[in-house]
């Protein structure tokens, strides 16, 4: 909801699943501009809750048709009930229409043809494309390039044999967009944004190479949960192959999308982000000081236990608000956040940091 919104959850969140029919997306903005736009993937943001569990949420969110996009292509638009695989023997509704023959056939697959044959139709025109994509969410199902994907289970879901599988598809996937790019003669000046959603999922453990062993912290509010990758790649920027350190919120690609294609920033909506185009183009920018998160899993199903959870964090500590209470971390040294700081023995430099953090998490509420 922050990601196509550009706003903070506080401001327009209804329920998990649910994005507000009445809020503007990226969609809106690039259509009204004069974009060719699509949008393929998943979309899970109209009707979240079985019939069982808290009906009333329903029918509540936002149709894919309304979101703003000229062409979609998405898996679970209506009903949770009714979304069948995201993978094998997908269920695909695409611009109204559930797609026929996806017997056999592997969703991924299908929603980057859509989208090469999306930028294939409109390459002589200025597009926006959003891929939310199914990989690597679980079910962790073979892919086709698995070693079983032919005789064994397609349904299977071991995170331990296929999560591997998964990555590498999702990979080689991005890589035929990137290919396409380049046969159409436009990946000079299109920009392809890489950006993770959540951290990896809990049922799988990471072996990285400098023989660290991290565990997946999906749903987590510390460093596992929610650090996650950002890659933009631009050619036409001349400024290729840096590391950046700046802290990006996810509020910040509304205005950092619409100044790369020079559509004004409405001045009568509220935006939280600011733009780190001139990051990506080799400058200094405007960095931030902090970023936000505000977590809220209710009212949805198998969300039960869970809680709101509103923080905010430079790039050294992390205040959280919750309950009333303002638990404060270095997460550099505390990384799995299990050891608040005790604010009377701090030094000042620390004490100065949370008195900064709070002051700005006093800003994050609807005047």
Request: a negative charge; aromatic letters at 12%; proline letters at 7%.
């Amino acid at each position: 909801v922050a990601l196509m919104t550009g706003k903070y959850n506080f401001r327009n969140w209804l329920a998990f699943g649910i994005l507000d029919p009445e809020a503007k997306t990226f969609g809106h903005w690039f259509s009204d501009a004069g974009y060719k736009t699509c949008m393929s993937g998943k979309w899970q943001l109209r009707s979240y809750n079985p019939p069982d569990y808290m009906p009333e949420w329903r029918n509540r969110g936002m149709r894919a048709e309304d979101s703003g996009f000229n062409e979609y292509f998405l898996w679970h638009t209506e009903h949770t009930e009714d979304k069948s695989s995201r993978y094998p023997d997908p269920r695909i509704q695409s611009n109204g229409t559930y797609v026929k023959d996806t017997k056999g056939k592997y969703g991924p697959d299908l929603y980057v043809d859509y989208i090469n044959d999306f930028m294939e139709r409109n390459s002589e025109e200025p597009f926006f494309v959003y891929y939310p994509m199914a990989l690597t969410h679980g079910p962790f199902n073979p892919t086709p390039d698995s070693d079983d994907w032919l005789n064994g289970n397609r349904f299977e879901s071991n995170p331990d044999k296929y999560f591997g599988d998964m990555v590498e598809y999702m990979d080689k996937l991005i890589g035929l967009i990137d290919v396409k790019l380049g046969e159409l003669g436009i990946r000079e000046n299109t920009i392809l944004i890489f950006y993770g959603d959540n951290g990896t999922p809990r049922e799988v453990t990471s072996k990285m190479r400098d023989g660290r062993v991290i565990i997946g912290g999906k749903g987590l509010n510390n460093r596992r949960g929610t650090h996650v990758p950002l890659i933009v790649n631009w050619p036409g920027s001349q400024a290729g192959g840096r590391v950046v350190s700046d802290l990006v919120d996810t509020t910040d690609f509304i205005p950092t999308l619409l100044e790369a294609a020079s559509i004004p920033l409405p001045q009568n909506e509220i935006f939280d982000g600011r733009s780190f185009l001139p990051q990506v183009k080799g400058e200094k920018g405007n960095p931030r000081d902090w970023v936000f998160i505000h977590h809220d899993p209710l009212p949805g199903h198998n969300k039960i236990g869970r809680s709101l959870s509103r923080w905010i964090q430079d790039k050294q500590y992390q205040l959280f608000d919750e309950t009333g209470h303002h638990h404060f971390f270095d997460y550099t040294t505390d990384p799995e956040l299990l050891h608040p700081i005790d604010l009377r023995n701090a030094n000042d430099e620390t004490k100065a940091a949370h008195a900064k953090l709070k002051r700005a998490m006093a800003t994050m509420q609807n005047d």
